[in-house]
């Protein structure tokens, strides 16, 4: 199965049994991105966490015993 990554838009070739390519067949709004670009953006991710200055905005909702 023949890939385009999302950033760097590098084709590249995967096995068609694999479960991304089986992701990639079934699920259209799921995207490929290749090691290269998934490395990079980790290595940058993780800098950024170290700083200190990074937060995760999620919010965990809080129990309601209503």
């Known amino acids: ?3 385009k ?3 760097c838009d590098k084709i590249e070739k995967i096995e068609d049994e694999t479960l991304e ?3 990639l ?3 259209p709004i799921h995207t490929y991105m ?3 670009c998934s490395t990079r953006i980790a290595e940058k991710t ?3 966490i170290d700083t200190g200055k990074f937060r995760f905005y999620r ?3 809080e ?3 209503w």
């Open 59 to 61: 919010e965990r909702p």
């Open 46 to 48: 993780k800098a950024r």
């Open 63 to 65: 129990k309601d015993d």
């Open 5 to 7: 990554c999302v950033i």
């Open 21 to 23: 390519a089986k992701r």
């Open 25 to 27: 067949r079934n699920r």
């Open 1 to 3: 199965m023949r890939v």
């Open 34 to 36: 290749c090691y290269d």
